[in-house]
């Protein structure tokens, strides 16, 4: 991957993506690891063991013990400046060792693991590269604490859970989380909301202390008497909390592990801050200063303290908020210019007769269309920042037909709702897990529990297959209709049946250009399908457990995927492995999008946060909290500006990606959206959601509505309207039918898909 | 060790109930395993445990119960389920490395039974005998295969009109079978074999599959139109309509509208065929009028605002003097089929209006106008049908509630519902809705609900029974009683239902009184007090035999569309028997001394047709009915045909001799 990377910036050609496999193979037999990547590294076995956190922990090796250890001694005495050094140091040689142990000892998950640790290997050297060079060091920083601890506990959790091996009095902590909570109870009201953020990780890790220290029902008591206090949003987590009571529990529980090893952050103005540690001071309350210190990352702030709506609108996620330094990085998120195409324009008449100042009058008219293309938007990646394929003729063809039909686009608004078209899967069974419709809206794909793939052609022209090899040699090459003759019309049905994964399909895309077809699946790999013969191509091993979605770039070529390792892996269709890597969620990556000019990445994850990285160099360049629930859509507006997010909790969330913020929360669904969409244009965004409605939200007016002052883009504190109510459009209802998928058309009008169940 | 655990699996509850019990948090969270199950397990393992190290077991296995509901139930929301499955559980188990869990993926749910002796559930597991299975008969069929099928649901973000996929559906999912079925019952019906057409009718009427063909039958019956000088085909045509509406298993939904318009055009426009005058174009109107009245009673409630909306489009054909009086009979028919509230609320105000015209139509006696003349006649005759049903069930009516009022029984108010439900032509359909209930004491509620003529009051029956009385003059075959009347009703009089039997004032009863060609035909003696109860009731007028030589007047020769007594059907025979008998029983008034409360009355229809050319159908001459003891000594001179005689003093008498009767 460093080799991918260093290609790509070096060389800046284009074509030389072509060429990386083999740079990739390099790249893999030397693992050289730089001090900063270790994290990165540390954390791509953290999760693959997390993942498979019921084996038994995989071999560990003293040396490295011995580094971690030091390490975690370190951190412990806030020497920051020192871990990172140290790491650096001793990355070259120690990781090297590392992933060779991991590599043998993960000889049991596959050697594909071994082949994962590696790639991460390269990725982070090179990442360490881009960001002591650039000013992207502050974006990593912001991973590293939180990444530090995750390689540790696999080879023993004990080494993790040292810090908790102090001792304290069992039966005073419940003396202290009273006080404490007491005291909170008793300041002013501006800073009790602030402070009362505090309750939930210390509750957490005061639970998980007694746990460790096999005070068993002391850690039951102390669970009783305070889970009550602590916000609903965290229910889930509590759950598995209070199932842990033993100290053997604690190995290899993911949740347990997400919260040993991301510091828990807190956002707590100046004045609130130093109101809780005079307080702590005072009292002598060391038990809970040392895990402020320890488990804690607090942010603070000058200025005004947040109010409790404020705090609840950021907060929900398993680790806290994001620091603020996580989403200051600049992100590109203009579109694309659009390549030149020549519009024919024989269909419009008037044009036509019009001979002199034919060519003249042809110009403007594309320009009304694709003004956006014509200026370089100030916000957007320079052309090449990531090579694109070229465009072929077929592409530039169906570019053509795409200008056209949205010259006879609709254009939608509050007072004209787009109609609403229903696509049924009869007979499903309560198999179909994914949907995807390509963009021309003419393919439709189901995915389904029973592993298949299913196409269905929705428009009159039938699926059919190229001709087998033997036919196609008889076949005229220099005829005009050659491309019709290669067809097999005896293959002519409505609805085409693939059979290639052992395990549910769970995600689903088309290319943009229709030709192919990728899946993601239970099984642990990506196919890639074409859509011309109907056959599996490629099927891309990496992820070894369930991959839970993937999507094809906007431009083709890349696609991403996501899945229960915690890990997202941008691929590319001619390459077996990943060409990036992008960990750092500390659950499931639930689902997968890629933003419209293919630089970034978005991946919602069961950790209920949202994440943005950089395809350029896999950085993590946003991080968006406030969802209560896994995260289960995402979509981009058209513009490339907003996105979009719905979870389990019904909420759909709306981020401004430039400025990193939320600026809107539309409430309404009362079951998880499975689907979100923008219209074409970007004025309606349409949710679709378990409870079987399909919502329409005015988007013009939630994003025209946001005022981004400057104290609000600096400090990242939101004042929401709660206005769901007004920018509910409509809210419509399927007959016992989740809603799976919504696409919008080239003219705007809705397709809805789901599976009816009876 | 792990193998032994998670065994343990299929002796706790079910898996499913697991997961629903974490997500309630105040409950117990978790299904505990107990040390006994664990030492059980392990003794049928062949291992030997001690109580602490199963106890271990135990809380550990618990634990690992949890994650795995836990991770199982991640594999349940990326299904897009809201339902936990065996197979997501065993997903989860195969992830962390454990075997999965074989036989419990059936669809349906477990059950439990429990032994009664230790709190044990277990789950039946029967031996099955393969070789059955093998030879069964009954091969289960394949699954259906998924596909996908779109609907528009929303049209520019507003709900589709039509009801999701009715028609659309209905006519893609036409299938060859039905097609041809259509094809052949057309056939039959407008084609030239009698039988065949009943047979098709028939079949129509009963096939339970036929929903999907419903557009296009009342497509075909919307023909009439194109058919309007074919009487047979319009004949056919309504037919089909009736054995549509009678057929138990459509659901007509928003085509009673189109049935309905395709009836009133049957009833109301001035056919081709009627130019004729040999085509009997009456019994047509007579039929489909009849056939209204039966839609609205099976289907009325289908089509909200359908019952004013048909009363408006009469009304107007009938104030449209430019219209031929087939219309105008039709109109009248129409009235009279939809119940006496409609004649009440139309026929009747419009009455002096209409009167002028038709008098100037049966006065010219030119040769010019015998045709028309005759028209008139039928119009009037059948408005004399119309108004006497009107004045004969508002009495009845009135007679009805002051018995309800009086005696306060229960019976009567139920019957009064059953009336109103099962006798079509007697009062409105039950759309609006208080009506209904209230079909026979409405009178209490001025202008019922939602009624648009809110200028429509009541006119008290005294007034009315003048006014028509001044129209018709003995025509009018409806008189009431002199008897002690209503207003020294006793309260709680019980109910004599000899009476009734004492009252028939047939015409053995009156052998002196001579009449000059009585055209009675039919009388109706209703006695409120008789069973006490409106079952006295004819039935709903039924559709079944309306012999194309049927007169207007509901004769003794049909005997279904007649409200006739009792007391007067043991007649009937006799008086269609004979013209001989045709004597007029002009009116028959109880005497106090028979049972205060009876009130009866007469209706006198006419026969007409063949016998009376229509020429002098009136001409009844009455004399004076015997005096019994409270009828005014009143002779009626006057012949006809002097129609609409406003004869003061017949006036005086009509009012203040009623007055004494009905104290409204």
């Not at chain 2, 209230?438 to 202008?447: E, K, N, P, T, V």
């Not at chain 2, 004399?623 to 129609?643: E, F």
């Amino acid at each position: 991957m460093a080799a991918v990377q260093g290609g790509l910036i070096d060389t800046e050609e284009e074509k030389d993506i072509k060429t990386e496999p083999a740079n990739d193979g390099c790249g893999n037999n030397n693992n050289n690891n730089t001090a900063n990547d270790g994290r990165l590294l540390n954390a791509s076995p953290g999760s693959i063991s997390s993942g498979g956190s019921n084996k038994p922990a995989t071999g560990a090796l003293e040396d490295q013990q011995t580094l971690l250890a030091v390490l975690q001694f370190l951190k412990k005495n806030n020497l920051s400046e020192s871990v990172e050094i140290l790491r650096r140091e001793a990355g070259l040689s120690e990781d090297t060792e590392d992933s060779k142990g991991l590599d043998s000892s993960g000889a049991g998950s596959g050697g594909a693991a071994g082949n994962v640790d590696s790639e991460s290997g390269d990725a982070n050297s090179l990442l360490s590269r881009v960001s002591v060079s650039s000013s992207a060091v502050s974006a990593s920083a912001v991973q590293a604490p939180s990444k530090a601890g995750a390689g540790e506990d696999q080879p023993d959790v004990n080494v993790v859970l040292s810090a908790y091996s102090q001792q304290g009095d069992p039966a005073l902590y419940d003396v202290y989380y009273s006080s404490l909570k007491k005291f909170i109870e008793s300041v002013l009201d501006c800073h009790r909301a602030e402070l009362s953020q505090v309750f939930y990780p210390l509750f957490v890790h005061m639970y998980l202390e007694l746990v460790y220290n096999n005070h068993e029902n002391e850690a039951k008591a102390f669970f009783e008497k305070f889970s009550g206090d602590q916000e609903c949003y965290y229910e889930d987590d509590l759950r598995v909390l209070s199932g842990m009571t033993k100290k053997e529990h604690m190995r290899g529980n993911e949740t347990l592990l997400d919260f040993r090893t991301s510091k828990f952050v807190l956002r707590i103005s100046r004045d609130s801050y130093q109101l809780l540690k005079r307080h702590l001071q005072e009292r002598q309350n060391n038990q809970i200063w040392n895990i402020i210190q320890e488990h804690l990352y607090i942010d603070i702030f000058d200025g005004m303290p947040r109010s409790k709506s404020q705090i609840d609108a950021m907060s929900g996620s398993l680790a806290g908020e994001a620091k603020r330094e996580a989403n200051k990085a600049k992100v590109f998120y203009g579109l694309l210019k659009e390549p030149e195409i020549e519009v024919p324009l024989d269909d419009e008449d008037e044009e036509a007769e019009n001979e002199e100042g034919k060519p003249k009058k042809k110009k403007p008219k594309k320009d009304s269309m694709g003004s956006k293309s014509k200026k370089q938007d100030p916000n957007a990646p320079s052309q090449n920042r990531i090579p694109l394929p070229e465009l072929k003729d077929s592409d530039k063809l169906d570019k053509i037909m795409y200008m056209k039909e949205a010259t006879k686009r609709i254009r939608l608004g509050p007072d004209t709702l787009p109609s609403i078209c229903f696509y049924s899967f009869l007979n499903a069974y309560q198999g179909l897990t994914a949907v995807d419709v390509t963009d021309d809206s003419s393919l439709i794909a189901g995915g389904f529990a029973d592993s298949t793939v299913r196409v269905w052609s929705v428009t009159p022209k039938k699926l059919r297959k190229v001709k087998s090899a033997a036919d196609l040699s008889l076949i005229d090459k220099e005829s005009d209709d050659v491309l019709e003759r290669i067809m097999d019309e005896k293959t002519a049905s409505e609805s085409k049946i693939l059979y290639g994964h052992s395990g549910p399909v769970y995600g689903i895309s088309f290319s943009p250009d229709r030709n192919y077809l990728l899946s993601s699946s239970e099984d642990g790999t990506v196919r890639l399908w074409s859509l011309q013969t109907f056959t599996c191509l490629v099927g891309y091993k990496g992820h070894n457990y369930p991959v839970w979605d993937t999507q094809f770039s906007p431009y083709g070529y890349y696609f991403v995927s996501g899945g229960h390792d915690r890990v997202a892996r941008l691929w590319a269709t001619d390459h077996y492995q990943p060409l990036r890597m992008f960990s750092g969620h500390l659950a499931d990556i639930t689902c997968t999008r890629f933003h419209p000019n293919s630089n970034y990445v978005a991946t919602g994850s069961s950790d209920r946060t949202i994440r943005l990285w950089d395809v350029l160099n896999g950085n993590c360049v946003r991080i968006f909290t406030g969802h209560k629930g896994p995260i289960h859509a995402l979509a981009f507006s058209p513009n490339g500006k907003f996105l979009a997010s719905g979870a389990t909790d019904g909420r759909v969330l709306l981020w401004d990606i430039g400025h990193g913020l939320m600026i809107g929360e539309l409430k309404g669904h009362t079951d998880t959206i499975y689907s979100l969409k923008f219209s074409r244009d970007g004025e309606i965004l349409a949710s679709g959601s378990m409870d079987n409605t399909v919502r329409l939200w005015d988007a013009m007016k939630a994003f025209d509505d946001l005022e981004t002052d400057d104290f609000t883009a600096a400090t990242g504190h939101i004042h929401l309207p709660e206005n769901s109510q007004e920018l509910l459009l409509g809210t419509y209802m399927s007959k016992s039918t989740p809603v799976v998928h919504l696409h919008f058309t080239r003219r705007n009008l809705l397709l809805a898909a789901g599976a009816y169940n009876p | 060790m792990q193998l032994v655990k998670w065994k343990l699996i299929v002796q706790t509850s079910s898996l499913s109930s697991i997961g629903v019990s974490m997500a309630d948090r105040e409950e117990r969270r978790f299904a505990e395993v107990p040390r006994e199950s664990v030492k059980l397990m392990a003794e049928s393992a062949g291992v030997e445990l001690g109580d602490d190290v199963a106890a271990l077991l135990a809380e550990d296995v618990c634990y690992r119960l949890r994650e795995a509901t836990q991770s199982s139930s991640q594999f349940m929301r990326h299904a897009k389920r809201r339902k936990l499955t065996v197979e997501d559980f065993n997903r989860a188990l195969r992830w962390s490395n454990v075997e999965a869990i074989c036989g419990y993926g059936a669809q349906d749910a477990l059950p439990f039974r429990s032994v009664k002796e230790g709190e044990l559930f277990f789950i039946e597991d029967r031996d099955i005998n393969l070789v059955e299975l093998a030879l069964a008969t009954n091969i289960p069929k394949g699954c259906a295969e998924t596909m996908v099928r779109v609907n528009v649901s929303y049209l520019d973000g507003k709900g589709n009109l039509e009801p999701q996929g009715t028609v659309p559906s209905a006519v893609q999912s036409l299938s060859d079978d039905l097609l041809k079925y259509y094809q052949q019952i057309t056939r039959a019906i407008l084609g030239e074999d009698p039988h065949l057409m009943k047979v098709a009718l028939l079949d129509l009427q009963s096939n339970s599959k036929i929903a999907a063909l419903l557009p296009y039958f009342v497509y075909v019956i919307s023909g009439v139109k194109s058919v309007s000088h074919d009487l047979e085909q319009l004949n056919r045509l309504l037919h089909m309509v009736k054995s549509l509406v009678q057929n138990p298993y459509l659901y007509l939904g928003s085509y009673v509208r189109s049935l309905v318009s395709s009836v009133m055009y049957c009833i109301l426009e001035p056919l081709a065929a009627s130019i004729n005058p040999l085509n009997d174009h009456w019994t047509l109107r007579d039929y489909a009028a009849l056939l209204l009245s039966h839609i609205f009673w099976t289907h009325g409630d289908l089509v909200s605002g359908l019952y004013h909306q048909i009363l408006l489009s009469l009304q107007k054909v009938l104030s449209d003097p430019v219209r031929p009086l087939c219309s105008h009979y039709g109109a009248v028919v129409g009235l009279h089929a939809l119940g006496w509230k409609a004649v009440e609320r139309v026929l009747y105000p419009h009455l002096p209006a209409y009167w002028a015209n038709l008098q100037a139509v049966l006065d010219d006696y030119s040769v010019s106008n015998a045709q028309v003349k005759a028209d008139g006649h039928k119009v009037y005759g059948a408005i004399l049908v119309a108004v006497e049903r009107l004045l004969k069930m508002k009495a009845l009516s009135l007679s009805q509630s002051a018995e309800g009022g009086f005696s306060s029984q229960p019976g009567s108010v139920v019957g009064a519902l059953g009336y109103g439900v099962s006798s079509p032509g007697l009062s409105p359909p039950p759309e609006p809705l208080s009506e209904a209930a209230l079909g026979i004491a409405s009178h209490l509620q001025a202008g019922g609900a939602g009624c648009p003529w809110e200028e429509w009051t009541p006119v008290p029956l005294p007034a009315m029974y003048c006014e028509l009385y001044s129209f018709f003059g003995d025509s009018l075959a409806v008189r009431f009683s002199t008897g002690p009347g209503f207003g020294s009703y006793p309260p709680c009089t019980p109910p004599q239902p000899n009476d009734a039997r004492k009252d028939p004032p047939g015409p053995a009863a009156n052998p002196d009184t001579t009449r000059k060609m009585p055209q009675l035909t039919a009388n109706l003696n209703i006695s409120p007090r008789q069973d006490g109860s409106p079952r006295t009731e004819p039935p709903p007028p039924s559709l079944a035999a309306t012999g194309p030589g049927r007169s207007l007047a509901r004769s003794s020769s049909s005997s279904s569309s007649v409200q006739r007594s009792r007391s007067s059907s043991s007649r009937s025979g006799q008086r269609s028997a004979g013209p001989s008998r045709d004597v007029f029983p002009k009116a028959r008034f109880t005497t106090p001394q028979t049972g205060p409360p009876a009130f009866s009355f007469l209706i006198g229809g006419r026969q007409m047709g063949r016998r009376c050319q229509g020429r002098r159908p009136f001409q009844t001459i009455f004399a004076p009915t015997p005096p019994l003891s409270a009828v005014l000594p009143r002779t009626y001179a006057h012949k006809l045909p002097v129609i609409g005689r406003v004869g003061k003093p017949v006036r005086r008498w009509a009012c203040s001799h009623y007055s004494l009767h009905l104290p409204l």
